[in-house]
């Protein structure tokens, strides 16, 4: 239970931090996320609940400040769950409360009903990291009044937790980070780079002899998006000898995601700034402001700068190929008496906006498919139901998972793994069009079934279905964004210009009902 000195400590702190008049955060798909200036109430408000969080789970907690891929006068924050997962949806709630009152209320209320230990002997622990955003110092000043060792007031004094700021990194990177420190491994950014060097050894000695040069071309260059990704990756090369990376983009000069990133790769299909014609033929790759998102690309030759794309669909079917084989190698080898009960469940997760011929690739390989709607933390919960759960959004999220139970298993058959490297083909997938539309009010659209139908506001999704039943193969949706005030509209048809052409015809339709009539 909260004592009186921890009621006023926690009232006077929060007084600080009032939230901002007349603007509404809530937590979306990806954390919070506005524009920098309003964003310290809730930055503070976060840093409690992820105090309590930790005491709840006894467990290490991550907090990023980043807004991923938004301009860079925007920020936000990302909770990094001590499974690695994100902020579990429960926990969602009391960032929003109006005043300091109410929010002592609600933390009473949600301290009792979570039986949260106030006094036990883990005091919480919040490993802090930020991306590369001018804003990110200050609003790291605000989580941190959580922190025992900052200053004397804030909520250190009800809960002690300690916060640990461990740098300008990238998401994945306190992910990892947080996932470390709760199994005891050392957590500094140098372990991190050892890690991935010696697993991507580990892949590359799969190779057959004499065979590499064949399948692995290792010219790549890379664009950082002029954030944290460019910078870390710029160390992180140094020790993979097997590659020649070229990093563009790192941040020394120009903005950040500004003409450049996985998400203006992916959106606009075209090259990002620093890359052109010399680089037609070579291997291109494109991380985001956080360095979550990876999409690779080919400059096409004479094409005013586009590009041939591998978003997460494409590579989503090349690992679901690879892995789908190794488990018949595995399963051919099994020994009918230890293994007969064990039948490994795979599962592919993706969201409705994924491309439909990447869907059908999957059935045809026989894999159990999912849908959830947009937002890592709906896949990767969904996702952690199998013993390998394989998610990947078209937009370069993409993760593997392997559950524990699956790694025990594998363990003594990792010799009978194939060691042939194939060269794998590309398959063939349908034309698509992102477009998207400024609105009024984005909290108008309200869907169902997985993002694919509109059921607010009425007589939208009848439109949509009009325009859509003109196309060939046509296929069309549209959502609400999780981070802009904008709806994006998905379109995909058997050419690109019918692609093209059905998502500016439903982008005129979301304008008439919801815009400002300005969507050309
Ligand atoms: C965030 C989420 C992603 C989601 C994306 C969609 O990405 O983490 O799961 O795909 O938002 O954004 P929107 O709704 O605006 O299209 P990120 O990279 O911005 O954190």
Redesign the pocket.
């Known amino acids: 239970r909260m004592n009186e000195e921890q009621r006023s400590i926690l009232l006077e702190a929060s007084s600080h931090f009032p939230p901002p008049q007349g603007a509404k955060l809530s937590y979306e ?2 954390g919070f996320r506005a524009d920098a200036s309003i964003l310290r109430s809730t930055v503070f408000r976060v840093g409690i609940l992820v105090a309590l969080r930790s005491l709840k789970t006894q467990s290490v907690i991550g907090l990023m400040i980043t807004a ?3 301009k860079v006068s925007d920020n936000g924050v ?1 909770v990094a769950d001590p499974s690695g997962r994100m902020l579990t949806q429960e926990w969602e709630p009391f960032t929003d409360a109006p005043d300091p009152h109410h929010l002592l209320q609600l933390i009473v209320e949600f301290v009792n009903k979570e039986n949260i230990p106030l006094e036990g002997t883990w005091r919480g622990e919040v490993l802090l990291a930020r991306d590369t955003r001018p804003s990110g110092e200050s609003l790291l000043e605000a989580a941190k009044l959580l922190a025992r060792d900052t200053r004397p007031t804030g909520i250190s004094s009800i809960v002690g937790a300690s916060a640990i700021f461990m740098g300008v990194l990238t998401t994945p990177q306190l992910h990892w980070m947080v996932r470390a420190k709760n199994k005891g491994i050392k957590t500094s950014e140098l372990e991190y780079f050892e890690q991935l060097s010696s697993s991507f050894r580990c892949l590359v000695d799969l190779i057959p002899q004499g065979s590499s040069s064949k399948y692995v071309n290792n010219k790549l260059l890379v664009d950082g998006a002029n954030g944290v990704g460019g910078e870390m990756l710029e160390v992180l090369k140094k020790s993979l000898i097997d590659l020649d990376i070229e990093t563009r983009n790192s941040g020394e000069e120009g903005v950040l995601n500004e003409g450049v990133g996985a ?1 203006y790769v992916q959106k606009e299909k075209v090259v990002p700034c620093g890359f052109g014609p010399p680089d037609v033929g070579t291997r291109c790759a494109s991380l ?1 402001g ?1 360095a ?2 990876l999409v690779y690309f080919r400059v096409l030759s004479n094409s005013d700068g586009r590009i041939n794309l591998v978003d997460g669909d494409k590579m989503l079917s090349l690992f679901a190929l690879f892995i789908n084989e190794q488990l018949s190698i595995l399963n051919e080898a099994k020994d009918e008496n230890v293994d007969k009960d064990n039948k490994t469940r795979v599962g592919v997760v993706q969201t409705a906006y994924a491309n439909g011929a990447s869907t059908d690739f999957l059935k045809q390989l026989g894999i159990e498919e999912v849908f959830t709607p ?3 933390k709906y896949l990767h919960e969904k996702a952690a139901e199998y013993d390998i759960g394989i998610y990947f ?1 078209a ?1 370069g ?1 993409e993760t593997v998972l392997f559950s524990e139970n699956f790694l025990c298993w594998l363990e003594g058959r990792i010799s009978e793994l194939s060691s042939t490297t194939k060269g794998y083909f590309i398959y063939s997938f349908n034309s698509y069009f992102l477009d998207w539309v400024k609105v009024v009010d984005r909290t108008a659209v309200v869907t169902a079934n997985a993002e694919t139908v509109v059921v607010r506001p009425l007589g939208v999704q009848e439109a949509i279905n009009a325009e859509t039943a003109k196309y060939d193969r046509g296929r069309c949706f549209i959502r609400p ?4 005030d904008v709806i ?1 509209v998905y379109a995909e048809a058997s050419t690109q210009e019918a692609a093209e052409s059905l998502a500016s015809s439903v982008a005129r339709l979301v304008d008439q009902f919801l815009g400002f009539g300005s969507h050309r």
């Open positions: 798909m990806a991923s891929h938004n990302k998400d985001d956080d979550d998102r947009t937002g890592v959004e937009n999220h964004s999780g981070t802009e994006r």
